[in-house]
């Protein structure tokens, strides 16, 4: 079983600044795509953003390009978020996920965390 924890979230004024942090524990493969999502109340998940396993490729939302960074630091089997201008509508929970699937993007991923509450005030 693949454990991923996420960490970092809290309230904040629009135009804010907060980093996500997911870190990955268990039985785990090597690198994985790893992946954000988030899901405001009474709406489906929806995808942020992935980074391919090297980190070399990142694909994003187009509600969050240009103003959330994904990175990675695969020595400590952790991915970030770096989420900057935030707006109200960003408020959600915010989900770390993993797949195996080589490719960046969004669709189903293997593995999820439990998520951590982001929430933007105006």
């Known amino acids: 079983q693949v454990q991923l924890v996420e960490s970092g979230g809290g309230l904040v004024q629009a135009g804010g600044s907060l980093r996500l942090s997911c870190a990955a524990s268990?039985?785990?493969?090597?690198?994985?795509?790893m992946g954000w999502f988030r899901q405001a109340p009474g709406k489906e998940r929806e995808f942020v953003s992935s980074?391919?396993?090297?980190?070399?490729?990142?694909s994003y939302s187009d509600s969050v390009k240009g103003r959330f960074i994904i990175s990675r630091d695969n020595a400590k089997n952790t991915v970030y978020l770096q989420m900057n201008s935030l707006k109200p509508e960003d408020t959600a929970v915010y989900y770390c996920?993993?797949?195996?699937?080589?490719?960046?993007?969004?669709?189903?991923?293997?593995?999820w965390g439990q998520g951590t509450q982001v929430t933007v005030s105006a």
């Open positions: 996920a993993a797949r195996r699937l080589a490719i960046v993007g969004p669709g189903p991923y293997d593995y």
């Open positions: 268990g039985r785990t493969f090597s690198s994985p795509v």
């Open positions: 980074i391919s396993p090297s980190g070399g490729r990142t």
